[in-house]
């Protein structure tokens, strides 16, 4: 099949529009490929007891 | 072998032994743990208005919960002794996720808000937390400023029944200065909370000079009503000097009042003033008949006039999360 180059321009760009809506839309659906970190072993500081009577009273921090 | 974080923005690439820009983050042995994980350097039962929270189960307690870490780093953080310390430096109890549960009910507690620090850095504990808390038939809640990616985000909302996010400014030059962060993705943050089901309440703390000019305000409370909806509660926040700001002084109660009066006038529903004692600016009224339903001091709450999440007077549904 012969094909101008016009034509084989005009289908390119349309083929490279396609790829970038559809890029957008599967990126939309799929799941991410985001990914859970992992539990540490031993916390890298000081562990402390619970102080039951601090917790039961609203916290110093903001928020 | 280097690997990289995609719970925030930053997409920190970790080398082996690196942490990243949170401080908890970290590459151990070529792969990516949260260091702080069933580790909270803070557990208090406190009202569930602090966090602030004003249209999620009035007067119920939440169990809140933070670890050290942050991944915004902004110069007036009021809790910077644990969000800006690397977790070696906090000392932290050990409380597991189903531990963590079991002590919110043990004190009564409806809900357990991921608070304090940001939950987004401790993401995976506040998201085996919540799991089992909502089959227990706790709520779940984040306080957060929102600085995450919106696959995580969306993977979070799955068990959290209310959020309050932090809206510093409507300004990307703000949140470069003062927060170490960009603008774009808080915003993203907000639309999608909020697509997710999720009962969103905004704050914006007001800083002299900073953030709190009438186009300041007007700007941000017009994003809030064409993004969130006119319905979304806004607690305009007073600034105290803390921590790398102690060069400004605190905001003036007519400033946040002045910031009320521009968002009530640009038509959002539900306005609020915050860190700071006043009558009318810390109730809730019905949007449609202007009663008084919620009447609150301080954490306390004095009167509620809402039944079955409607105003007990003109019947119309106001919007929150009311059991």
Same mark, same amino acid.
């Given at each position: 099949?012969?094909?101008?180059?016009?034509?084989?321009?005009?289908?390119?760009?349309?083929?490279?529009?396609?790829?970038?809506? %559809?890029?957008?839309?599967?990126?939309?659906?799929?799941?991410?490929?985001?990914?859970?970190?992992?539990?540490?072993?031993?916390?890298? %500081?000081?562990?402390?007891?619970?102080?039951?009577?601090?917790?039961?009273?609203?916290?110093?921090?903001?928020? | 072998?280097?690997?990289?974080?995609?719970? /925030?923005?930053?997409?920190?690439?970790?080398?082996?032994?690196?942490?990243?820009?949170?401080?908890?983050?970290?590459?151990?042995?070529?792969?990516?743990?949260?260091?702080?994980?069933?580790? &909270?350097?803070?557990? #208090?039962?406190?009202?569930?208005?602090?966090?602030?929270?004003? #249209?999620?189960?009035?007067?119920?307690? $939440?169990? @809140?919960?933070?670890?050290?870490? /942050?991944?915004? #780093?902004?110069?007036?953080?009021?809790?910077?002794?644990?969000?800006? @310390?690397?977790?070696?430096?906090?000392?932290?109890?050990?409380? &597991? &996720?189903?531990?963590?549960?079991?002590?919110?009910?043990?004190?009564? /507690?409806?809900?357990?808000?991921?608070?304090?620090?940001?939950?987004?850095?401790?993401?995976?504990?506040?998201?085996?937390? @919540?799991?089992? $808390?909502?089959?227990?038939?706790?709520?779940?809640?984040?306080?957060? $400023?929102?600085?995450?990616?919106?696959?995580?985000?969306?993977?979070?909302?799955?068990?959290?029944?209310?959020?309050?996010?932090?809206?510093?400014?409507?300004?990307?030059?703000?949140?470069?200065?003062?927060?170490?962060?960009?603008?774009?993705?808080?915003?993203?943050?907000?639309?999608?909370?909020?697509?997710?089901?999720?009962?969103?309440?905004?704050?914006?703390?007001?800083? &002299?000079?900073?953030?709190?000019?009438?186009?300041?305000?007007?700007?941000?409370?017009?994003?809030?009503?064409?993004?969130?909806?006119?319905?979304?509660?806004? #607690?305009?926040?007073?600034?105290?000097?803390?921590?790398?700001?102690?060069?400004?002084?605190?905001?003036?109660?007519?400033?946040?009042?002045?910031?009320?009066?521009?968002?009530?006038?640009?038509?959002?529903?539900?306005?609020?003033?915050?860190?700071?004692?006043?009558?009318?600016?810390?109730?809730?009224?019905?949007?449609?008949?202007?009663?008084?339903?919620?009447?609150?001091?301080?954490?306390?709450?004095?009167?509620?006039?809402?039944?079955?999440?409607?105003?007990?007077?003109?019947?119309?549904?106001?919007?929150?999360?009311?059991?």
């Amino acid at each position: 099949m012969e094909m101008k180059r016009r034509e084989f321009l005009k289908l390119s760009g349309l083929f490279a529009v396609a790829m970038v809506v %559809g890029n957008n839309v599967l990126k939309e659906l799929l799941p991410s490929d985001f990914s859970r970190a992992f539990k540490a072993g031993k916390y890298p %500081g000081i562990v402390k007891k619970a102080n039951m009577r601090e917790i039961v009273k609203p916290g110093k921090w903001a928020g | 072998m280097s690997v990289q974080c995609e719970i /925030c923005p930053r997409r920190c690439k970790l080398d082996k032994g690196e942490s990243g820009n949170c401080l908890i983050r970290k590459n151990v042995d070529e792969k990516l743990v949260l260091t702080t994980y069933g580790y &909270p350097c803070a557990t #208090h039962v406190d009202p569930v208005e602090k966090k602030p929270l004003f #249209h999620f189960m009035p007067g119920t307690k $939440a169990y @809140s919960v933070a670890t050290a870490g /942050c991944n915004l #780093h902004c110069k007036n953080c009021q809790n910077w002794e644990i969000s800006q @310390s690397p977790p070696d430096k906090v000392p932290a109890r050990h409380l &597991p &996720p189903k531990e963590l549960v079991k002590e919110a009910k043990k004190y009564n /507690c409806k809900s357990i808000a991921y608070t304090y620090t940001d939950p987004v850095v401790f993401f995976e504990y506040a998201y085996d937390t @919540s799991a089992i $808390a909502r089959k227990e038939g706790i709520k779940n809640i984040l306080v957060t $400023a929102g600085y995450i990616n919106k696959e995580p985000m969306k993977v979070l909302c799955k068990n959290v029944d209310a959020a309050n996010i932090d809206l510093k400014a409507y300004s990307d030059k703000f949140y470069r200065d003062v927060c170490r962060a960009t603008l774009k993705p808080v915003l993203e943050a907000l639309v999608t909370t909020k697509s997710c089901g999720v009962m969103v309440e905004v704050t914006n703390l007001l800083i &002299p000079t900073l953030n709190d000019s009438d186009k300041d305000i007007t700007e941000l409370v017009k994003w809030v009503k064409a993004n969130m909806g006119k319905e979304t509660p806004l #607690h305009f926040s007073r600034f105290f000097p803390n921590f790398r700001m102690r060069n400004l002084p605190a905001t003036s109660i007519n400033k946040l009042k002045n910031a009320r009066k521009i968002a009530l006038a640009e038509g959002l529903e539900y306005v609020y003033i915050g860190n700071v004692p006043t009558e009318e600016a810390e109730s809730t009224f019905c949007p449609f008949c202007k009663e008084l339903l919620i009447q609150r001091s301080g954490y306390s709450i004095l009167k509620n006039q809402i039944q079955d999440g409607k105003c007990s007077k003109c019947k119309n549904k106001i919007y929150g999360v009311w059991k």
